[in-house]
């Protein structure tokens, strides 16, 4: 008896910690593209059940949570807000603390290209913990350029759905950009003027210009984009970047852009091999 209430007192600290730390770690990621005078800020937010705290009722477990996103001005001003609240009710006790299948939050502002912040804000009904995430839009990650700015790229994977760009195109963290059949796939967006103009992209591994393409493009709008794709087999992922230039009437502006494979699998590869080789040498001794 004893014995089981220093486990029940042990599992209820447990418990109160991991409440206390999941309620921060939901998911969190901002991209902007270009609308006809205005830009269009887009936040995506994964809510996992673990991040919760479930209680059980009659037959089911319920959590209940309240998502405030904030966007707010260089000089501390709120430009706008937008609020969520929802119930989630699962089956089982292993559902409520489960990390597949995240609450997919994703909504949008339009507001003129200004610095910045988004601030999300997610509350735990039963709880009242509160976590929060905060992404800065400053001069330095905001799109630039002396005669067309270029936004960051907004690279994809594939999943099931529509989320505001093609089906099946899910915006990832530029710092988890995940490769496909050794692709990496990206939405490029820039402001230009209607009419004719052209488009360089570049893949720099180690400051090395390791892949290019030049395209040729026309638009009736003030702004275009494009949907990329650029291969990476046998590419050193170490400083990777995306280098945009975009050339109009004579007028060029360029930027590039780090980012980071997620689960460098070239990486991986290489070290199996060293260690597959490491592995041979000792067995032939």
Known sequence: MKKNIIT???LSIVGAQGINSNI???NTNVVLRPTENNIEVITFVE?????LQFL???INFESSFELNISLISKDGDRIDEKSFSETIKVDTFTQTVSRA???LIITSFDIPLQEFNVVFSLKDMDTKLTGKKEKEFFK???PTGQYSKIFEPIFVKNMKGSWKFGIDKYPINIKKVEAKDNKIEFYQYYTVEKGDYSLDVSLISDKKTVWSKFYENETNENFDYKLLQIPIEGVDTSDLRVKIQVSQNGNVSSKSF???IKNDYLMLSSIKKCF???GSNELHT
């Open 8 to 10: 029940i007192l042990f």
């Open 24 to 26: 921060n770690s939901f």
């Open 47 to 51: 809510i996992f059940n673990r991040n």
């Open 56 to 58: 059980k009722k009659d």
């Open 101 to 103: 299948n995240p609450k």
């Open 140 to 142: 330095k990650n905001l």
């Open 258 to 260: 780090p980012f980071e």
């Open 276 to 278: 597959f080789s490491i």
